[in-house]
């Protein structure tokens, strides 16, 4: 037997003057509370929207005495943001959120509630619109009435942002006067006021001006192909707001000819590197490192690292990269992993004295976050770029044993990415006749929890003893 399903009518229907109207939504949504309104009882109308088929737009009932309601700072600046998305959904979501939070005032630091993260969802798309304008907008110069220069964009905003930008337009092109033109409404300033007008179209907005011919010109001289990455630039730049500017007619034509560019780019670039002579010591490698900028790393502002250590050592250690402490030092293995491997190293009795030290990558790569600098792993065409360096070094000192600490000091070495845990502990042959041997990098042991460290210790502490042993059988 099928069920029967009856509707009932919702009980208000509350309309909107805008759909940015974020204080008439809280101003009646204040009400709604006061009233006792459940969710389930409202129906949020916007101009242009869809109302309640059943629903009847009637005065709220009286306030109801009790406590007036409140809302969290953090609520209120998710909820300004969230109710400019097209969602239709947004003003019912929200009030349901708020109804939620009277009992719940701690509600919004649960980040595994359905409601609170569908509202960070919408919230984080309205602010990524709002950067999408403020980025790919652009003014065309028109001749106005008066004689006087007047700009006009013409932009498509995927949410209701066209208010909630305006300021920042005003304080960023306060001199100009200027008419922002959208298909929801525009904006004009003259200099002193500004003020809204009606929807405009595509064919309002002018198509360019002589300005333009000179970006383009400036746009193609500067554009990189050894730096193209498709995927970031689409995704920073979706195809959606490439009819808005001028340089990106020119893209797809930059792009088919980009992987050309960079070859040409590259074999020019190997060749002179190669016509240059090698350096003929340890100190020439240390002093040219500072002049590399043959990849991005070596184009941060930070100081390279070069190696140290005994110039004809029968051991080369090779880390990853010099840290955040071993780039203000200037010396390799002096932070916290390089405490942890000379600690390991005098224990199995390895001196550093008796050791060249180095990396297979000579900068620091990282990600600022505040005042700190995060460490960020290069990546295998970073490594085989300065693969060079580090052949240098070896070609110089000899070392009969080298130990690779982690994945990029052995791709280093062996020119291929391999799994550390698959070939740690055994020696391999390379082709200029040393031994390689490949453990974890100890920068690994300090990012373990407590009760791991104490067995991965012992197994690199393993792993350095029978380097040891090796190194002393190689001596004998």
């Given amino acids: 037997m099928k069920e029967t399903v009856f509707f009932t009518a919702s009980e208000h229907v509350v309309s909107l003057d805008a759909p940015d109207d974020f204080d008439g939504w809280r101003e009646k949504a204040r009400a709604c509370l006061m009233a006792g309104l459940a969710p389930d009882r409202i129906v949020w109308s916007e101009p242009g929207g869809e109302g309640d ?8 009932p009286a306030v109801r005495g009790g406590k007036a309601p409140t809302a969290s700072r953090a609520f209120l600046d998710l909820a300004g943001k969230a ?5 239709p959904e947004r003003f019912a979501l929200l009030y349901s959120l708020l109804w939620r939070l009277q009992r719940a005032p701690r509600l919004m630091e649960d980040k595994t509630d359905p409601q609170v993260r569908r509202i960070e969802e919408l919230a984080r798309h309205v602010r990524r ?39 920042f337009f005003v304080n960023r092109f306060a001199s100009l006067v200027w008419s922002i033109l959208t298909p929801a409404g525009s904006l004009h300033w003259d200099g002193e006021v500004l003020q809204e007008g009606p929807p405009a ?26 730096r193209l990455k498709i995927g970031a630039m689409l995704k920073e730049m979706p195809r959606r707001y490439w009819k808005n500017m001028p340089e990106t007619a020119l893209i797809p034509g930059l792009v088919a000819g980009a992987q050309a560019r960079e070859a040409a780019m590259v ?10 002579a090698l350096p003929e010591s340890l100190d020439e490698i240390a002093q040219a490192l500072q002049a590399c900028r043959r990849c991005e790393i070596g184009c941060n502002g930070t100081r390279a690292v070069a190696g140290e250590g005994v110039a004809e050592a029968r051991l080369m250690i090779v880390g990853e990269q010099p840290g955040d402490v071993e780039e203000e030092r200037g010396q390799p293995f002096v932070g916290p992993a390089g405490q942890v491997l000379m600690g390991h190293l005098e224990a199995v009795g390895i001196a550093r004295e008796r050791v060249w030290l180095t990396n297979a990558v000579k900068h620091f790569k990282y990600l600022p976050r505040g005042k700190r600098r995060i460490h960020q792993t290069p990546t295998a065409k970073e490594i085989d770029i300065c693969r060079w360096w580090i052949d240098s070094e070896r070609r110089i000192v000899k070392p009969r044993l080298i130990l690779a600490l ?20 055994r020696p391999m042959a390379l082709e200029d006749g040393s031994e390689l041997w490949v453990t974890t990098h100890p920068s690994y042991l300090l990012r373990l929890p407590e009760d791991a460290r104490p067995a991965e210790e012992s197994r690199f502490r393993d792993d350095l003893s029978a380097v040891a042993e090796r190194l002393a059988s190689m001596e004998n």
């Fill in 53 to 60: 088929l059943f629903g009847t737009d009637r005065p709220l």
């Fill in 83 to 87: 109710i400019l998305h097209r969602a």
């Fill in 406 to 425: 982690g994945a990029s000091a052995a791709r280093a070495m062996l020119h291929k990415t391999v799994s550390v845990q698959a070939v740690r502990g």
């Fill in 201 to 226: 179209t595509r064919g309002d907005a002018p198509a360019g001006d002589p300005v333009e011919d000179l970006w383009r010109g400036y746009y193609a001289s500067i554009f990189n192909p050894a």
């Fill in 267 to 276: 074999e020019a670039g190997r060749d002179r590197f190669e016509a240059a």
């Fill in 129 to 167: 619109d709002i950067h999408k304008m403020r980025a790919f907008l652009r003014f065309r110069e028109v001749a106005a009435d008066d004689g006087d220069a007047r700009y006009v964009a013409w932009f498509e905003p995927g949410h209701h942002i066209l208010r909630a930008n305006a300021a």
